[in-house]
């Protein structure tokens, strides 16, 4: 069972470059989301969805877009990428909506850095 | 605005002592709580939850309490092991499903 699946795992951008960061799941989980983690602020929400057609932002959306035209896949876009974006990238999945009743399975990260 | 605090950054611990883990949070609306631990270059992972109607859950080694009139609550680990040295994130979720994570707090178990 490959559980949450991200590539690449490592990423090198120019300034103003663009790129998308791939997230799959293959446990028919309804709820998929994407966080940041940067040193001293933990992990932050960017984007979340939950089901297919159904996106919303997070607590740190600007730069950043979303989809979720399926329910297995949930890709994040860069449309121009500053140096303030480098950082780890989670992608998550859960059964359900709710964080309590069903945890947050996550993918194993990828990291961008742009220069 | 930080709505899940986790004051201390570091926690330093001899194996077989207790470690505490504390987290804050600020919402009121929030329905249940969640410890997650990471190791260096891997994804977080689930270690246990509480939801806001008890004050206390045990799994194994692992205990959560829940303190609703201070909004605070913490994790216990006794006793300790060095593969428990990980980064261990507190995490609320509200409602709407939004799961909103602390800082993180690194453990390490000293031998």
């Known amino acids: 069972n490959a559980g949450v699946t991200q590539t690449p795992k490592f990423q090198v951008l120019k300034t103003g470059q663009s790129m998308t960061l791939q997230c799959a799941q293959d446990?028919?989980?309804?709820?998929m989301s994407w966080y940041r983690q940067d040193p001293g602020m933990g992990l932050r929400l960017i984007h979340y969805?939950?089901?297919?057609?159904?996106?919303d932002q997070g607590e740190v959306p600007n730069g950043y877009n979303v989809s979720r035209s399926t329910t297995e896949d949930f890709p994040l876009r860069l449309l121009s990428a500053a140096p303030s974006q480098t950082s780890v990238y989670f992608c998550?999945?859960?059964?359900?909506?709710?964080?309590?009743?069903?945890?947050?399975?996550f993918g194993n990260g990828t990291r961008l850095t742009v220069t | 605005d930080q709505q899940v605090k986790q004051n201390s950054p570091s926690l330093s611990v001899q194996e077989g002592r207790i470690s505490i883990l504390n987290c804050d949070y600020t919402?009121?609306?929030?329905?249940?709580f969640l410890w997650y631990k990471k190791y260096p270059a891997e994804g977080p992972t689930f270690l246990i939850s509480?939801?806001?109607?008890?004050d206390k859950n045990e799994d194994g080694r692992f205990t959560v309490f829940l303190n609703k009139s201070a909004k605070h609550l913490s994790l216990h680990i006794v006793p300790s092991q060095p593969g428990d040295s990980a980064v261990y994130f507190c995490?609320?979720?509200?409602?709407?499903?939004?799961?909103?994570f602390g800082q993180g707090t690194e453990l390490s178990v000293k031998p």
């Open positions: 509480i939801s806001s109607i008890k």
């Open positions: 446990m028919n989980h309804e709820y």
């Open positions: 969805s939950v089901g297919a057609g159904i996106t």
């Open positions: 998550a999945s859960s059964y359900l909506v709710n964080g309590g009743d069903s945890p947050l399975h």
């Open positions: 995490a609320a979720s509200d409602p709407g499903g939004k799961l909103i």
């Open positions: 919402n009121s609306m929030f329905d249940y």
